[in-house]
């Protein structure tokens, strides 16, 4: 059947009634859940009509090639929903895609997982799930968009990001946060379309919210307006309207959970579970839909695959235009597109390392970071900077690097304010876009708030640096609140993160250097808040790549080797020079990043850790490092939280001194003092 699709515009023509395009994406959820025996039928079925307004009247999107760089983004906030984007994509041609991946839908090995996985699934452009990281990652995406827009102009940047959120997503504490930075940053391309349906898991939203989302939107600064989300022209002319503000929009699609389903819709009954062969045959009654499961007219798939081939002709103008701009022009936007580390920064934290192992500067680690990234930043023009509201104590702006603002994003510092989740899932929509390496600083003490969104980066595998200062008890007289104890082995728990705390500026630059090339996992530097002398004059091979190293190697065969972290490396260097005089041979290894350290094969770790009795030392709870020190092994650190009183008195009274490290060392070598 002939359709008339061409750019996007809110008067889309086609022979094919949309009641019929939005009902394919509806029996495709209902029959796929229905076969999984598991998923969320109620929201596809609910938001079908929107959902079919937005990717045929308005999405610019090339199926053929799912990375176009100036596409626009379409984020599934409400990720439970997933067999919604999933038909989407069947449906406009993506070639993964395929009808038996729907009918695979939640099994072992599919492309249809139970919440949309970025990475698993062509056409996903990032995980979720979890409600509200959805759209604070697209506040990231979007902010993205203006940055590189303000680079390279319209003609190689110009997109949307879209949203699909639900009420979970804005129940959520992470979406005031993202709002409110959108709003601030006047994100005019960001659109978010609310399933408003007044349903969520344990029955009507009025049993936990009264919230008027528009005006709370309307506060942070953003465009609202409510529509009736099944009636597809009012939805096109709302979605028309937004796209010419120069606020980000929220258009609160009234919609009914369920649609269609005569004895569930508008209930919670209909969330979560599959409609069941009664209710799944009432509905096919109901709206009309006399086919069977997984079965789509012709028509009505040739329809919807011209609606994924409408964007060809768009992608093939931008491939021209980007052709027509200057050589030099076009290398700097592939360049900062791949995001590789060039030779340039190369030779810049080559010589940084250099200047730290000649001078042997006795300074934090955070100001090790702060002198590394004065030197890198010109390097890598990519590198997108900022934190959240302690850039002073982070120390994370270079000099001379401007900040980023709703009237100029041509700079490359984000203040994010006091929103350290906000922050984090951000940064982890501005890797998802592409064309930064973001990084962002906070305290390790609120690693917690950040943490949701880190997993997802480590799930992702997201190349973005969380930069956390005041890493232990040694930041000293805040106390107990701001000095963390078991945010180190909790940060460590997490799969595919690099956890690094560096003992010295050495390790800070080589810390940095592991991070910036790791390009599929996120990475946080653990940085101290006092002073450390630098441990090593020489910086030929990167010690920290490896994990951990043999810093300090006795004569002889070692009777006890001391193994420590960070600030407490030093300690433990002092340690050995303590026992050398009683003539124990104490080897100290430097462990700045226990996941590097496991990748390495057995017979270096064997050597780093050797056949002596083994104490850790680090001024943290003991987590993961049993692993390292054997069953004989004894760690000193931390049992509980700190207190507020000068650093050097906290590990006093705490017991983490050079000569604690000593008595214990003689009980276990049972070689007493002479």
Not at 80 to 91: A, F, Q, R, V, W
């Amino acid at each position: 059947m002939p359709v008339n699709i061409s750019t996007p515009s809110a008067t889309f023509e086609t022979s094919v009634p949309h009641r019929d395009m939005a009902n394919a994406l509806r029996f495709l959820a209902i029959d796929a859940v229905e076969k999984a025996k598991s998923g969320h039928p109620g929201m596809p079925m609910g938001m079908a009509d929107v959902a079919t307004v937005l990717f045929s009247r308005f999405l610019k999107f090339d199926p053929s090639d799912a990375a176009w760089p100036d596409r626009d983004r379409f984020v599934l906030s409400a990720g439970h929903g997933s067999m919604l984007l999933y038909g989407l994509l069947h449906l406009t041609g993506y070639p993964e895609l395929t009808l038996e991946e729907l009918k695979s839908f939640r099994q072992w090995g599919s492309r249809t997982p139970g919440h949309p996985e970025y990475g698993h699934t062509q056409g996903v452009e990032t995980t979720t799930g979890p409600l509200g990281q959805g759209l604070a990652t697209a506040v990231g995406m979007a902010l993205a968009e203006r940055l590189a827009n303000a680079r390279f102009g319209d003609d190689l940047v110009d997109h949307h990001t879209y949203v699909i959120a639900g009420d979970g997503c804005l129940m959520e504490g992470i979406s005031h946060e993202a709002i409110s930075l959108a709003g601030h940053l006047k994100l005019g391309k960001l659109i978010v379309l609310f399933d408003d349906n007044e349903i969520s898991i344990d029955g009507a939203t009025s049993l936990s919210c009264s919230d008027d989302q528009l005006a709370r939107f309307a506060a942070s600064g953003w465009s609202a307006r409510r529509v009736d989300g099944h009636d597809r022209e009012a939805v096109a002319k709302a979605i028309a309207e937004e796209r010419a503000t120069e606020r980000p929009s929220l258009i609160a699609c009234r919609t009914i959970i369920g649609f269609g389903a005569p004895n569930r819709q508008g209930t919670e009954k209909v969330h979560g579970a599959p409609l069941g062969a009664e209710e799944n045959q009432a509905a096919r009654e109901a709206l009309g839909w006399p086919y069977e499961p997984f079965e789509v007219p012709s028509e009505i798939r040739e329809a919807w695959l011209a609606v994924g081939a409408r964007g060809k002709a768009e992608h093939e103008a931008w491939q021209q235009r980007l052709h027509d701009v200057g050589e030099a022009e076009r290398r700097q936007f592939d360049e900062a597109l791949k995001g590789k580390v060039g030779a340039e920064l190369k030779r810049a934290l080559a010589d940084i390392r250099q200047r730290f192992a000649s001078e042997c500067p006795t300074i934090a680690t955070r100001q090790a970071s702060q002198q590394v990234i004065n030197a890198i930043v010109a390097a890598q023009p990519n590198l997108l900077g900022g934190s959240a509201d302690l850039t002073h104590s982070n120390l994370t702006q270079a000099k001379g690097l401007q900040p980023v603002q709703a009237e100029d994003f041509s700079g490359g510092y984000i203040h994010y304010g006091v929103r350290e989740f906000g922050m984090a899932a951000a940064m982890n929509g501005i890797a998802l876009h592409g064309g930064f390496i973001p990084f962002g600083g906070t305290f390790l003490a609120f690693a917690d708030y950040s943490r949701p969104a880190i997993r997802l980066a480590a799930l992702m595998g997201l190349r973005v640096i969380h930069v956390m200062t005041h890493d232990s008890i040694g930041l000293g007289e805040d106390g107990p609140t701001h000095q963390p104890v078991e945010h180190l082995a909790a940060l460590r728990a997490i799969p595919n993160l690099l956890v690094f705390r560096p003992a010295d500026a050495v390790e800070t630059a080589e810390a940095w250097e592991c991070a910036l090339t790791a390009e599929r996992q996120p990475s946080v530097l653990c940085l101290s808040r006092q002073a450390l002398p630098t441990l090593r004059s020489d910086c030929g091979v990167n010690g920290v790549a490896l994990g951990a190293y043999v810093l300090v190697e006795p004569p002889g065969v070692r009777d006890v080797t001391l193994i420590a972290t960070g600030s407490e490396v030093s300690i433990a260097v002092e340690a050995a020079e303590l026992l050398a005089k009683e003539g124990i041979r104490a080897a100290v290894v430097s462990a700045p990043c226990f996941e590097l350290f496991r990748r390495q094969g057995p017979i270096y770790r064997q050597a780093v850790l050797g056949t002596a009795p083994r104490i850790g030392v680090e001024a943290a709870v003991e987590g993961d490092w049993p692993r390292l020190l054997g069953a004989d092994g004894v760690f000193i650190g931390m049992t509980g939280f700190g207190a507020s009183a000068p650093a050097g008195d906290l590990y006093r009274e705490f017991g983490i001194t050079a000569t604690v490290i000593t008595e214990v060392a003689r009980r276990l070598v049972s070689k007493p003092a002479e």
